[in-house]
Nanobody
Framework: VQLQASGGGLVQAGGSLTLSCTAS????????MGWLRQVPGKRRELVAQ???????MYGDSVKGRATISRDNANGTVTLQMNGVTPEDTAVYYC???????????????RGQGTLVTVSS
């Protein structure tokens, strides 16, 4: 399974960010998909994840600001985040696993990261 991300780049503080990720065609359904992010020198963290049943989970740092959605038919997951701050600057990774019960730290599949820079 390959995950292709789009979006990111430079965002003004206080603005909105939209990231999309599409999974390559596969006979297998990816049980859970989501976004992780990492700042150099810091630990990777969960931004948001969503299962095929629509069950969502958000990282503490983005709760109330982020919304994740999923189109199972097209294998696409979209993250929208409002009120971004410079602290949201990071490399964002689309990731997922066939097992919807998997913890985000064990996701089997991960796409190439996309850099998001929030300017103040």
């Amino acid at each position: 399974v390959q995950l292709q991300a789009s979006g990111g780049g430079l965002v003004q503080a206080g603005g909105s960010l939209t990231l999309s990720c599409t999974a390559s065609r596969s006979r297998k359904s990816i049980g859970v998909m989501g976004w992780l992010r990492q700042v150099p020198g810091k630990r990777r963290e969960l931004v948001a994840q969503i299962t095929t049943d629509g069950i969502t989970m958000y990282g503490d740092s983005v709760k109330g600001r982020a919304t994740i959605s999923r189109d199972n038919a097209n294998g696409t997951v979209t993250l929208q985040m409002n009120g971004v701050t410079p602290e949201d600057t990071a490399v964002y990774y689309c990731a997922g696993d066939l097992d919807p019960q998997s913890g985000w730290w064990t996701f089997e599949y991960r796409g190439q990261g996309t850099l998001v820079t929030v300017s103040s």
